[in-house]
């Protein structure tokens, strides 16, 4: 299991700016090892974020996203105490899913 | 001579040949669409997604810094002000695949979104917003990179 990620999600008004750092080391797939082997591409590739449990943001991501994701997007209608959770998924399978309350 | 920036663009082509193949496990994956993520510019990424030409368009803003220090971590914000854009692209010419991300806009949040992107040389970077009826509206800027962010 990955590292969390870390999910600020800032009400002004009837919006929340929610910005999400995760963990991950998007491996671009262009790199070499010390063998001179290509490192195969290890990325986060799809991105989903609800707003309580209603899905509101889907994104596709390839390898030349950096490393350890920043992502800032806002979500219209939302209020103090709702909640906010993003799931990533990479290209080897591997998912994760973190929660935060909007304040 | 072989230099290191032709012997990435070999070992791209490969890779690309070996995902075609299927010899890439990690890429049997039903929703991504790889095409557009190995497509080299910005025509063959808007072909990838089966949109249509793009047109240049000021209600289309992408920003980033002008020079950037580290080529591994580029800040980049792509926006419309539009309303009844379906999907937001970010694209970054001159890496070995453009795509960058796309992201699929719902009338829950606004076409707005910041991200941070590895380039590997100076570059322009585009903004693309696919209109809800079909329009492809786009707006570039050129960033500076002083140090690579994709190679070894």
Partial sequence: ?103 | MQTRRKTLKQSAVVAGLLAASGMFPQYAFAAFNKAAFDAKTLAEVLKAMGAGAPVESKDVTIGGPDIAENGAVVPLTASTALPGAKQILILVEKNPSALIAVFNVTDSVEANFATRAKMGQSSDVYAVAIMGDGKVLFAKKEVKVTLGGCGG
Avoid: C, Y
């Fill in chain 1, 1 to 103: 299991m990955a590292d969390p990620m870390r999910i600020r999600a800032q009400v002004a008004g009837d919006k929340a700016t929610v910005r999400v750092l995760m963990a991950h080391e998007m491996e671009s797939g262009q790199r070499k090892d010390a063998a001179g082997k290509l490192v195969p591409a290890w990325h986060i590739a799809e991105v989903t974020a609800t707003h309580n449990g209603k899905p509101v943001l889907t994104a596709e991501w390839g390898p030349a996203v950096s490393k350890n994701p920043f992502l800032q997007f806002v979500v219209k209608g939302a209020k103090a105490g709702d909640k906010i959770a993003v799931t990533w998924k990479d290209n080897k399978g591997d998912t994760r899913t973190d929660e935060a309350t909007a304040s």
